[in-house]
Nanobody
Framework: QVQLVESGGGLVQAGGSLRLSCAASGRTFSSYAMGWFRQAPGKEREFIAAISWGGSSTYYTDSVKGRFTISRDNAKNTVYLQMNSLKPEDTAVYYC?????????????????????WGQGTQVTVSS
């Protein structure tokens, strides 16, 4: 069982930056691939980024490439999402998720069905 707690959300002006953190409980954090998703009002949950168990592989949805960076610190049981050049359309509740899946695959780890544990979410609001 893994518990995930996101933090770092807030209100920021367009063009600004935020760094989200997701702290995980337990001693097996490095055995989970991690992902970030977001959900805007009235929209489906959307994949943002994923990172492999040791952090050597990452994958992003096209809309955030070059602006967002996912990273992890296994010693701190934490995954991060650095968000730069934020746009109003980035406004959403952001969720981190942990997957016990094996075999790195973009298709696999961009699907919410792959993830076994979810945080409660943190609100990000970008004003124009």
């Amino acid at each position: 069982q893994v518990q995930l707690v996101e933090s770092g959300g807030g209100l920021v002006q367009a063009g600004g930056s935020l760094r989200l953190s997701c702290a995980a409980s337990g001693r097996t954090f490095s055995s989970y691939a991690m992902g970030w998703f977001r959900q805007a009002p009235g929209k489906e949950r959307e994949f943002i980024a994923a990172i492999s168990w040791g952090g050597s592989s990452t994958y992003y949805t096209d809309s955030v490439k070059g602006r967002f960076t996912i990273s992890r610190d296994n010693a701190k049981n934490t995954v991060y999402l650095q968000m730069n050049s934020l746009k109003p359309e980035d406004t959403a509740v952001y969720y981190c998720a942990a997957s016990r899946g094996r075999g790195w695959s973009h298709n696999l780890f961009s699907s919410s069905n792959t993830y076994d544990y979810w945080g409660q979410g943190t609100q990000v609001t970008v004003s124009s």
